[in-house]
Structure formats: structure tokens, C-alpha cells
Nanobody, 125 residues
Framework: QDKLVESGGGLVQAGGSLRLSCAASGRAFSTYAMGWFRQAPGKEREFVAAISWSGGSTYYADSVKGRFTISRDNAKNTVYLEMNSLKPEDTAVYYC??????????????????WGQGTQVTVSS
């Protein structure tokens, strides 16, 4: 069964750090592009970061550029999102997603076919 499971969310003070993980199982997700999206209450799901199947290319939303880093370990079928200098506006449910490496644009949810259940990140001021 194809599955993405996020972990690592929690409550952190502004300025703090968290590392999210997304463990993939089932199909060969190592050949898929992977992305992170987030959704705050009352808002639409928004793109955070994406990484190509090889890890050679990364993409970031302007709001997280310089603070967040996406990476992947294909041997472990895991994608990570290192989040530093967290702000209260980063509070949201964070979702991991996987999509065909040829799908574009990389920052659109429709480019991704598989989604995790989400992990809550709360940043207190």
C-alpha cells in the first residue's frame, strides 16, 4: 500500500527549530518528486518546498526561503524539512506529497498524486 507518513511536528517558541520527516512506503517514491505543503485554519493549502527525485533541485516559497531546508534520503525513502527561525505565521498542518518527476508546476498541489495525513506545527509568540 502506497503511504506517506509525516512526523516531527509539535509546539515550539518563535525563533526555534523543528525537523519534519516524511516516510514513504509502497511504491518507488525514490523516483518521485517530493513536496511539503501547509494549511493554516481558514486558509488554502500553500506550497512550502519541493525537491527533485535525485535531490539535485530544490524549490522554496518566498516566505520560507533562507529559513527552511528540504532534503531527502532515497535509501531510507524519507524526505525531511528542516525549519529554523520559526515564526507564529508558520503555524499550520504540514503535509508531505509525492508526484511524478515530470509533473509541473512544482508548487501546485495538482502536481502531486500522493499525500500524507499531515502533522501539526504550532509556533508560539
Amino acid at each position: 500500500q502506497d503511504k506517506l507518513v509525516e512526523s516531527g511536528g509539535g509546539l515550539v517558541q518563535a525563533g526555534g527549530s523543528l525537523r519534519l520527516s516524511c516516510a514513504a512506503s509502497g511504491r518507488a517514491f525514490s523516483t518521485y518528486a517530493m513536496g511539503w505543503f501547509r494549511q493554516a485554519p481558514g486558509k488554502e493549502r500553500e506550497f512550502v518546498a519541493a525537491i527533485s527525485w535525485s535531490g539535485g533541485s530544490t524549490y522554496y516559497a518566498d516566505s520560507v526561503k533562507g529559513r527552511f531546508t528540504i532534503s531527502r534520503d532515497n535509501a531510507k525513502n524519507t524526505v525531511y524539512l528542516e525549519m529554523n527561525s520559526l515564526k507564529p505565521e508558520d503555524t499550520a498542518v504540514y503535509y508531505c506529497a509525492a508526484g511524478p518527476s515530470t509533473a509541473n508546476p512544482r508548487d501546485h498541489p495538482l502536481s502531486y498524486a500522493y499525500w500524507g495525513q499531515g502533522t501539526q506545527v504550532t509556533v508560539s509568540s
